[in-house]
């Protein structure tokens, strides 16, 4: 995914002239805009896949107890 | 042993973290991405396509958390109606109803215009469409309503498509749209110049953004389908969620790469462009411009429009038929709380679905298919899932801070409550967005919301049923602890009774093959419940089941002690091996009537999956009812641990003074098989007395036609035969020999099968 983005940018880079010229701006804008989407997507993805699991081995609690837990590294 | 009989009535949960995800997949990779791509580019141009579809997966993955900390805390049936109706009560959560219901109806709408748009399309390319009298569009309505009529009659029929079948479906869709994307990929690195089709990034400007996103949000919609298999999935506390987030993250990642892949797909200069930029051409052509892009992808164009239509077919049918059963679901759950009249919760007493309810949800799929441009359909089908999952990121808020310390968690976002409220402020702007391609979808939800508002204070509000035990009843659902990791007892038996009154004649032979072992005794009735009705509700409705069984564990209870369990199921056979691997059963009794089935089974849709994936022993009657006395039993062997079985259980059948004659068939003189040897063998193991096995062996051509001659002429009281250990492609390709002569023998007859591990169940496979 990321290689395929990198490709885009570098092409774009390429044939786009120089940086900042007419819609160079707009571009870098947007992939940039479009790495972060995709990179917030994947954090959060694994993050909360990550919470799960610990709930899940230590076994289902109220919000707040699996709150405390997780603030304590627990 | 039980000291009293009593009666279980459990869910049965057979779908696994794989089987919901796909679920999920299936619903989202409908219909959306297919005409989203075409209009997409037309309305933001080639980065507005992929901005669309990245910063829409954001939005739908802060909605997909709020959906998953709520399932996992209340994993039940019933998705955003259940969800808003503990956190704010009746009205809401009717609204809630009201809008998912019309929600997933539009859907439906759009999955069956999308159907016959590309369909059409792809005949009209290779030109075999020149005969019609009348205009394209006319035949794209006319198709549309047929598929959509099709579909409602496969849900009156309850024949849905279940999670697991589902799950090859998706694969299948996912393979397309990944092979189309893959193609896109690899031109793009071969041919860097395509790249350039890039340029410009955002030709309309950044204001276009909103409203390709908006429209688009539908694409998106399909992952909440999973909170509705709370109640049949493994582990739902902690599978529901993951499966919810799966989803989402894997879909927005495939339309990214199908996006980049359309972008890519004309090469700058192309003739057809006729001077045209490559996106303008592809957005010209709106609704197919996907077919069109995908089309110059490929070598040649008539591949490209038979893998798109081909991915169509798959994708749009199983999420219309999906969109229909859920949106036949949300207004029996009206009908069945009062919140509509209580027509709507009525079931049909053939097929066991909800008629009426399917009746209407009809109507709105037909109006909406025929009434209105697609763009509406889709637009409006986007408005109607933002304002439902706005309600869903409100409900998590609101039970957090009400409930958070009664509920038991899987699951809890994180950066509560920002994420919620971005996604609402984010649903909002989206809703502002679509109102600049297509109004229609705001006059259909200025209509519909305030038409609900008015059913709800005119009618609803005061016949709904009482809510006060709504989190208790969802505690109630799960299966019960010990009965996933029971404690382990001594031989653990399971009578599986398809038809209670063939109850007594089951038990009875199987406290026969319990007295040679201390061996406890689970009855089980598998009631089959149509995906239109939740399995939460199928105790209300599927009396006749309950009835059934409790009147025959009545009768039983004085003559045998039996545990009783009524499981309710979507399919019979998945329901009775997830039932033995819960209970860890070691050997399963069926009943077999005798009839032989059409099709591909050997002897029935139900036995022949039970036999095959049932990890314990497994033992089918035949014939064997009354106070039969079993005098001379004929075993059919050619070695093997089946062979072994069918003797040991042979030898418990038969009376005390009866005879176990084992029998072999040669082909020819000195085959391989040493009969006496290996009876032998089983007399000792089975500490048989002198005299109770004897052996016969004959040499024959006909294997079959030998043992039922000899069954016939032997005058035996049973015959006991161990199942095929052929490996599962040659049993579909021919008729082995336990199964044939099962079919032909009209003597009783009892097919034993051997539980003997992975390694078996590899050999076989392999």
Request: net charge positive.
């Amino acid at each position: 995914m990321s290689a395929s983005l990198m490709t885009i940018a570098s092409a774009l880079w390429a044939s786009g002239g120089p940086p900042l010229a007419s819609g160079t701006a707009e571009i870098v804008l947007g992939v940039v805009l479009l790495a972060a989407a995709l990179a917030a997507l994947s954090g959060l993805t694994f993050w909360s896949r990550h919470i799960i699991h610990r709930i899940a081995r230590r076994g289902t609690s109220s919000a707040r107890e699996i709150l405390k837990d997780l603030r304590d590294g627990r | 042993m039980a000291d009293e009989p009593n009666v279980h009535a459990e869910l049965s949960r057979d779908l696994s973290l794989f089987h919901v995800t796909m679920m999920g997949l299936g619903m989202m990779i409908g219909a959306g991405v297919f005409i989203g791509i075409g209009n997409s580019m037309y309305v933001a141009g080639p980065g507005g396509l992929l901005l669309t579809f990245a910063l829409n997966g954001l939005i739908a993955l802060f909605t997909a958390m709020s959906f998953a900390e709520l399932s996992s805390a209340i994993p039940r049936a019933g998705g955003a109606y259940n969800f808003a109706r503990i956190a704010f009560g009746r009205g809401p959560s009717f609204l809630a109803g009201w809008v998912e219901w019309f929600a997933s109806s539009v859907a439906g709408a759009l999955y069956a215009v999308v159907f016959a748009t590309y369909t059409l399309d792809f005949f009209a390319q290779l030109g075999l469409l020149e005969w019609l009298p009348f205009g394209l569009g006319i035949a794209r309505k006319l198709v549309a309503v047929g598929i959509a009529a099709l579909f409602v009659y496969i849900n009156y029929r309850g024949s849905s498509e279940t999670g697991k079948i589902g799950a090859f479906f998706t694969l299948g869709q996912m393979g397309f749209v990944l092979a189309i994307a893959v193609v896109g990929i690899v031109t793009a690195a071969v041919d860097p110049q395509r790249v350039a089709n890039f340029r410009p990034f955002m030709p309309r400007g950044w204001g276009a953004l909103l409203a390709s996103m908006g429209v688009i949000y539908v694409a998106f919609e399909g992952f909440e389908v999973i909170a509705q298999a709370g109640d049949e999935t493994v582990e739902p506390r902690k599978n529901i969620p993951k499966a919810m987030l799966y989803s989402v993250f894997i879909v927005t990642i495939t339309y990214v790469l199908v996006a980049i892949a359309a972008v890519v797909a004309v090469r700058p200069g192309h003739p057809d462009l006729a001077g045209a930029q490559p996106w303008e051409w592809v957005g010209s052509f709106r609704d197919t411009g996907f077919g069109r892009a995908v089309a110059r992808l490929m070598p040649t164009p008539f591949v490209g429009y038979l893998l798109v239509s081909m991915a169509v077919v798959f994708s749009s049918t199983s999420a219309l038929n999906a969109t229909i059963y859920s949106a036949t679901r949300a207004s029996y759950a009206l009908g069945r709380d009062r919140m509509l009249p209580g027509a709507f919760s009525k079931i049909s007493h053939k097929r066991r679905t909800p008629y009426v309810a399917l009746g209407f949800t009809s109507l709105i799929v037909l109006f909406c298919a025929t009434a209105l441009p697609i763009m509406d359909v889709a637009a409006s089908a986007s408005m109607m899932f933002l304002a439902l999952f706005l309600m869903v990121n409100l409900c998590v808020i609101k039970v957090r801070l009400n409930m958070g310390d009664e509920l038991q968690y899987g699951f809890v976002m994180p950066l509560f409550p920002l994420l919620p409220i971005v996604a609402i402020v984010c649903q909002i702007a989206l809703a502002g967005g679509i109102l600049q391609e297509s109004p229609v979808a705001w006059i259909v939800a200025a209509v519909w919301v305030p038409a609900g508002i008015v059913i709800y204070l005119v009618y609803s509000r005061t016949r709904a049923v009482a809510t006060e035990e709504e989190i208790h009843v969802f505690e109630q659902a799960e299966a019960p602890r010990d009965s996933r990791r029971p404690v382990r007892a001594a031989h653990r038996v399971m009578v599986s009774v398809a038809n209670p009154g063939n109850a007594l004649a089951l038990v009875r032979q199987t406290y026969r093959l319990c007295e040679a072992r201390e061996a406890r005794v689970e009855l089980l009735h598998m009631v089959p419940v149509p995906s239109q009705v939740p399995l939460a509700d199928a105790d209300r409705y599927m009396l006749e089941g309950r009835e059934g069984i409790l009147e025959t564990m009545l009768y039983l209870a004085p003559q045998f002690p039996v545990n009783t369990h009524l499981r309710y199921c979507r399919n019979v056979a998945r329901g009775i091996v997830s039932a033995v691997r819960e209970k860890r059963i070691d050997t399963l009794i069926l009943g077999w009537h005798g009839r032989i089935p059409r099709g591909v089974f050997r002897l029935g849709s139900t036995i022949d999956p039970v036999i095959e994936r049932s990890p314990c022993n497994v033992v089918v009657f035949k014939g064997c009812g009354g106070d039969q006395v079993f005098r001379r039993v004929l075993v059919p062997v050619a070695g093997g641990p089946n062979g072994a079985y069918a003797l040991e259980t042979a030898s418990i059948l038969a009376a005390d003074d009866g005879r176990v004659t084992a029998f072999t068939v040669r082909r020819r003189t000195g085959d391989g098989f040493d009969l006496d040897a290996f009876a032998a063998e089983q007399a000792k193991r089975l500490k048989l007395p002198a005299g109770r096995m004897e052996t016969k062996a004959v040499e024959a051509r006909r294997v079959v036609d030998a043992i039922l001659e000899e069954a016939e002429q032997g005058d035996y009281d049973l015959v006991v035969l161990g199942c095929t250990e052929q490996p599962l492609l040659r049993q579909l390709a021919q008729t082995t020999v336990p199964e044939a002569v099962a079919r032909r023998c009209d003597r009783p007859l009892v097919m034993a099968k051997a539980a003997t591990g992975i390694r078996s169940w590899l050999r076989r496979w392999i």
